[in-house]
C-alpha cells in the first residue's frame, strides 16, 4: 500500500536541510549574509567597480548576484519576518520619494537601461528591509552587525596584505594623487571611508550593549582603516557625530542632540551650497576663506543650479545627466575653474535630486531623508535596547546625511554608502514604533 510522505521531511529532504531552514537563528544567519554580501559585493576589490554599478557593462556576475541577494530577501521577508514588522517600513514619504524615483526613470535619456538601473536600488532598498526585519531581538542585531563589520573590515585589512595593488590606490590610475591611500574590498578611498566610518559605530553600539571586547576591536580597525583612507571630511564627522548624539544621551536631553542635528545640517547646507546660491552667504565665506572651492565643487554646484533652472519641475531623469554625451558637448566657459563636464556626478546628492527628479522631489527629499528620521528619534521609546540601537542609527544617519553635501550616493544602486544611509533612516523608523527585546524569548 502506497504511503503518503509529504508529512515527513527525513523522506523527501535531507534532515540537516530541515533543521537549518527551521532554525530560529535562520532569520539572523540571512540578515547577516545579506548585510556582507551588499557591503562587499560579487566582485570585491575591483577598482572599476564592483558595489557602484552592478549592472554597468553587462556584468553577468553582478546582474545575478544582486538578483539572488532580492531573491533572498524576499523570500525571508515571505518566510521569517513578522509582518506587523514589516508594515512599519510602509511609510507615506517613502512612498511618495518612490513615486518620483519612478516617475524620473520615465523621462530617462534612456527608460529601458535606466529601469533596469532602478531596479538594482529597489533590490537594496529590499534588502535593507529584510535585514531590519529579520532579527528579533538585540542580540540578533549585535550578531547581524558584528558578524559583516568583522567580515568587511577583516575582508579589507586580509587585503592590504595579500593584494595590496588592488586593496590601495596606486599611482597607475587615474586618480594618482591618491596612490597608496587604503580603499580595502571598495572600489574607493571615498567609499571605504564612510563604510570604516559605519562600522565604527557599531562598534559603539556593541561596546555600549556589554559586548565590550568585540566592540572596541571593531571601533580600533574601523578607525585606524578609516584614517589610512585619507578622507579628511570623514575624519571630521565621525567624531562629531559620536559626540553630538552620546552627550546629551548621557546628560538626558536626547532632544538637545536633534536640535544640534537639524542646526549643523543648515550651517553644512549654508556653507556649501549655499556659498554658491546666496550671495551674503558666498561673500561672508570667501572673506573667511578666500580660496575656499571645496576641490572645485563650487564650479559644479554653480553649473548645476543653472541646469536645474532649466527644468525645475521634473529634471532630467534619473541617471541622465551627469556623464552623458549631452553634458559632454555642452558649451563651457573659459573663465571657469573646473571643467564640469567631466565630473560624473554632481558632488551634492541633494543638488543630484533635484536635477533628475526637479525641485518638488527636493522638497520631498528633504521631508524624507531629514525631518522624518529626526521626529522619529524624538519619539524613540526610552527602554534600554530601542535608545541604545536608536543612537547608533541616528550616528550613522547624521554621518551620512551630512556627507551626502559633499558626496553624491542617494539612489545609486547598491551602492554602500547609500545603503548605509538607508539603514539608518529605516532603523530610525523601526525603533521609534517597535519594542526591541534584549534577547531571545
Not at 17 to 38: D, E, M, Q, Y
Not at 57 to 82: C, H, K, P
Not at 151 to 165: D, R, T
Request: proline letters at 5%; a positive charge; one cysteine or more.
Amino acid at each position: 500500500m502506497p504511503t503518503n510522505n509529504t508529512a515527513s521531511l527525513k523522506r523527501t529532504e535531507p534532515a540537516w536541510l530541515a533543521r537549518v531552514v527551521g532554525s530560529t537563528h535562520a532569520p539572523t544567519a540571512i540578515a547577516a549574509i545579506l548585510l556582507t554580501i551588499v557591503f562587499i559585493s560579487f566582485r570585491p576589490f575591483q577598482p572599476q567597480g564592483a558595489g557602484l554599478d552592478p549592472d554597468a557593462g553587462g556584468d553577468i556576475v553582478n546582474q545575478l548576484g544582486f538578483s539572488m541577494v532580492g531573491g533572498l530577501a524576499l523570500f525571508s521577508l515571505v518566510t521569517y519576518a513578522n509582518p506587523r514588522v514589516v508594515s512599519i517600513f510602509f511609510s507615506p514619504w517613502w512612498l511618495a520619494m518612490l513615486g518620483c524615483f519612478a516617475f524620473s526613470i520615465t523621462h530617462a535619456l534612456d527608460p529601458s537601461a535606466t529601469a533596469r538601473a532602478g531596479l538594482f536600488t529597489l533590490i537594496g532598498l529590499v534588502t535593507v528591509v529584510a535585514i531590519l526585519s529579520l532579527p528579533r531581538d538585540a542580540d540578533a542585531f549585535s550578531t547581524v552587525l558584528g558578524v559583516s563589520g568583522a567580515a568587511v573590515v577583516g575582508l579589507s585589512y586580509i587585503g592590504l596584505v595579500l593584494l595590496p595593488g588592488a586593496a590601495m590606490h596606486n599611482a597607475a590610475e587615474v586618480e594618482s594623487e591618491f596612490a597608496g591611500l587604503w580603499r580595502g574590498v571598495f572600489a574607493h578611498k571615498n567609499i571605504a571611508g564612510p563604510v570604516m566610518a559605519g562600522f565604527s559605530f557599531v562598534g559603539i553600539y556593541l561596546f555600549r550593549r556589554g559586548w565590550k571586547l568585540r566592540g572596541l576591536a571593531l571601533l580600533a580597525a574601523a578607525m585606524f582603516f578609516m584614517a589610512n583612507t585619507g578622507s579628511k571630511t570623514t575624519a571630521g564627522l565621525v567624531p562629531l557625530s559620536i559626540l553630538i548624539v552620546m552627550v546629551p544621551g548621557l546628560l538626558g536631553m536626547r532632544g538637545l542632540t536633534v536640535f544640534l542635528v537639524a542646526a549643523i545640517m543648515i550651517g553644512t547646507a549654508l556653507a556649501t551650497v549655499g556659498m554658491v546660491f546666496i550671495e551674503p552667504v558666498k561673500h561672508l565665506m570667501l572673506s573667511l576663506f578666500p580660496d575656499l572651492t571645496y576641490t572645485g565643487r563650487t564650479s559644479i554646484w554653480e553649473f548645476a543650479g543653472e541646469m536645474i533652472a532649466r527644468r525645475p519641475w521634473t529634471g532630467y531623469g534619473f541617471d541622465s545627466f551627469w556623464g552623458k554625451i549631452s553634458l559632454a558637448t555642452t558649451d563651457h566657459p573659459i573663465d571657469r575653474a573646473w571643467d564640469v563636464r567631466r565630473s560624473v556626478h554632481g558632488h551634492d546628492g541633494y543638488i543630484d535630486i533635484a536635477l533628475s527628479m526637479g525641485l518638488p522631489a527636493l522638497g520631498v527629499a528633504i521631508i524624507t531623508f531629514l525631518i522624518v528620521p529626526m521626529r522619529d528619534y524624538l519619539r524613540i521609546p526610552l527602554k534600554k535596547e530601542n535608545v541604545l540601537l536608536g543612537d547608533f542609527f541616528m550616528m550613522t544617519f547624521m554621518f551620512t546625511a551630512l556627507n551626502a553635501f559633499l558626496e553624491s550616493f542617494f539612489f545609486r544602486r547598491v551602492d554602500p554608502v547609500w545603503l548605509f544611509f538607508v539603514i539608518s533612516v529605516l532603523g530610525l523608523r523601526m525603533v521609534a514604533r517597535r519594542i526591541i527585546p534584549a534577547h531571545p524569548a
